[in-house]
């Protein structure tokens, strides 16, 4: 049991950030689960439609699942590089000797960048008139036939509008994964290399397992994060062309601020806190066996 003094001051340090949060977070929350109740335009007054929203939803708005089927794929190219790449360049960079502050740095200067610098960034990058710098180096290494406008065709928005978010937070994570690696007992690592392991083995059967609670909260970072992305999609194609880069978010916003459907709108944005949750719940999961079998 805490002594008073010390129940005091918990509580003290706690309430303010949890007063906040209730303000910030989890208000809106609940705010957004009233409405979606509701057919409201923001000027009119609330109309009670009771499940309507949430059977128009599920049964009868094909750009919802259209939005859904995106932001999964959005997720996947998200974790690729943030989980991925981000702890590969980690276990990488604790190998090297100079130099890798410097590489540090510069894998994590994305994350305090502007997101509309970003966004604008990659417009450059992705230009086919003039060329940007993947058609560049296409055509420079002769693959000019592959260059093409990468954020106005269909079959290669959406992994062009994910590529730069799962490309931003990367140095983030990997500066999580690299303070992880860096505590795994020497010990250990030693202890494998005499038995005859090779560096893989050292990784996978000692590195891994230690940092796997690590690497499992930046999972859920990284996969609440991307579920609830949206302004660099947002500001590279507006969701299209078509709803072909359509997320989640933006629909919910157009929903919102250009059909001003404030209620449907809420029930999309119940339907992300509840993915969210839903994720977090199956990552979870997913450590709780790995730490049973192991």
């Not at 340090?13 to 979606?36: K, M």
């Not at 230009?127 to 406008?149: C, H, K």
């Not at 930046?218 to 992305?229: D, E, K, Q, V, W």
């Not at 199956?282 to 066996?289: D, F, K, S, V």
Request: net charge positive; glycine share 6%; aromatic share 14%.
């Amino acid at each position: 049991m805490l002594p008073g003094r010390s129940r005091t001051s918990v509580l003290v340090f706690l309430v303010p950030p949890l007063l906040l949060y209730a303000v910030a977070v989890a208000l809106p929350i609940l705010q957004s689960l009233v409405l979606s109740f509701f057919s409201w335009d923001g000027v009119t007054d609330l109309q009670p439609v009771g499940l309507a929203n949430y059977v128009k939803m599920f049964t009868a708005d094909p750009i919802f699942w259209k939005a859904f089927a995106n932001t999964m794929i959005y997720l996947a190219v998200c974790l690729f590089f943030q989980l991925g790449v981000s702890l590969f360049v980690a276990n990488l960079l604790s190998y090297a000797g100079r130099g890798k502050e410097v590489a540090k740095t510069l894998y994590l200067l994305p994350a305090i960048i502007s997101t509309v610098a970003i966004a604008f960034l990659f417009q450059r990058i992705y230009s086919y008139e003039p060329p940007g710098l993947i058609n560049q180096i296409l055509t420079t290494v002769g693959l000019g036939d592959l260059a093409r406008p990468w954020l106005s065709e269909v079959n290669t928005v959406l992994v062009a509008v994910s590529a730069p978010e799962g490309w931003r937070f990367t140095g983030l994570y990997m500066l999580i994964l690299y303070a992880a690696i860096l505590a795994v007992p020497k010990e250990l690592e030693e202890a494998a290399r005499l038995d005859g392991a090779s560096t893989w083995q050292v990784f996978a059967h000692v590195r891994f397992p230690y940092i796997r609670p690590v690497w499992v909260t930046t999972m859920i970072m990284a996969a609440t994060y991307s579920l609830r992305g949206f302004d660099i999609p947002y500001l590279l194609t507006n969701g299209g062309p078509g709803q072909a880069s359509e997320l989640l978010t933006t629909y919910m916003f157009k929903t919102a601020f250009r059909s001003t459907d404030f209620g449907y709108a809420s029930t999309i944005a119940v339907f992300i806190v509840i993915e969210c949750i839903v994720a977090v719940g199956l990552i979870l999961l997913l450590l709780r066996r790995g730490t049973d079998k192991s």
